[in-house]
Each structure stands twice: as C-alpha cells, then as structure tokens.
C-alpha cells in the first residue's frame, strides 16, 4: 500500500513583513501625498467603484519615472522570484504593471482580478487605525462547500475567505487569479498601498 497526498489547486500566499527600511517607507508616502495631487489615474474609468475608487496612478507611465518607485518595484520583483524558485517554477518573471492607490474611509474597491498576470502583489505602505484589510475569495468554493453543515474551523485548506491581518510595511504575494476587494474603512487619514503584476 502506497499513500500520497498531493496538492492541487492549493493558493500560495507569500507574506513578507517590515518589508523596507523606514526611510523608503516614508519616502514612498511622501512622494503618493505630493503625486495625488497631480496624477490623476484611469482607475475611475474602469473600476466599477468610480468616484469612489481610491486615489491612484493606474494606468499612468509615469509610475515609472519615480526613483522610489522604482526601488521599490525591484524589492517586490526580487520576492516575486524567490516565492516563485520556492514553488519550483523555474521562470524569471518580469513586472508589467504597478500603481499606488490610496483610500480615505470612503472609498473601496469592488471584487476584482488581475488576469493575464500570473502573480500579483499588495505592499501596505501605510496603514492607519481603521484601514480596511484585502479580502480574498474563492468563490468557485463558496458555491461548492456548504460551511454552515460543516465545521472545518481547525483547517484553514477549508477556508473560502481570507483577510490577513496584513500590517503596515508587509507585503503580500498571490495568484493573480484569485478575486480580492477592499471595503469601506473606518480610516481617518489615507490608507496607502502599491499593487504590482508580474508575467
């Protein structure tokens, strides 16, 4: 008799805290404080949120003119490819895309994908009291499994739904394919963020 147990289907979920020096860090706010004021990114076009999606550079090739920016698009890069070599993937995967958003309480983003991509990542650059975390969903199994006949609370391999606590300063790695969302906040002062996809 021969047994194995072997994974399918399974979502890595690649968690990085106190990810920069604080110096980067309150660089990066700076320079989303100052940017805001002058960018204006297409988010609003096409997130179905629209005025009340956050405050972001999606879209916008001048992302890419910022130093820190930059800096920190290498960073996430450089564990995009260590999580990746982990799950023996043996690709150099190349950031195509990457912007800020940044909430008051009273923006949110809608259940979303980030499809052809194969990973994408969220660094939490500031996180004030209040701040909405990520949702991620799998709603394929939330039309599948029937949670409320089965209790599988001591395995999260049965969980549908995952919100983190993502910190402030962490940055969080996943499948590209997986729906995520951010609610309305509780947030007095603006919840900063950079999102990046990788192929």
């Given amino acids: 008799m021969r047994r194995e147990l ?3 289907f399974a979502e890595p979920f690649g968690i990085i805290s106190d990810f920069l020096d604080e110096e980067l860090r309150q660089k990066l706010i ?4 100052d940017l805001s004021q002058k960018w204006v990114g297409t988010g609003q076009e096409v997130w179905d949120s629209n005025v009340k999606s956050p405050t ?3 879209g916008l090739d001048d992302f890419g003119k910022v130093n820190e920016f930059n800096l920190l698009s290498e960073q996430v890069k450089n564990e995009v490819q260590i999580l990746a070599n982990e799950l023996s993937l043996d690709y150099d995967f190349k950031c195509t895309s990457a912007w800020y958003n940044s909430y008051t309480k009273d923006q949110y983003q809608e259940f979303h994908i980030h499809i052809p991509s194969k990973f994408s ?3 939490f650059c ?3 009291k209040g701040s909405s975390p990520v949702i991620f969903n799998n709603f394929t199994k939330t039309t599948l499994v029937s949670t409320s006949e089965q209790n599988h609370s001591t395995c999260n391999m049965f969980d549908d739904r995952y919100s983190g606590p993502f910190e402030e300063n962490s940055l969080i790695i996943f499948r590209s394919h997986i729906p995520h ?3 309305f906040g509780e947030n007095d002062e603006n919840r900063i ?3 990046f996809n990788f192929e």
């Fill in 181 to 183: 969302s951010v609610p």
């Fill in 193 to 195: 963020t950079f999102s």
């Fill in 56 to 58: 972001n550079s999606f």
């Fill in 30 to 33: 700076e320079k989303v404080e």
């Fill in 6 to 8: 072997i994974p399918r």
């Fill in 126 to 128: 500031k996180m004030p």
């Fill in 121 to 123: 990542a969220i660094y």
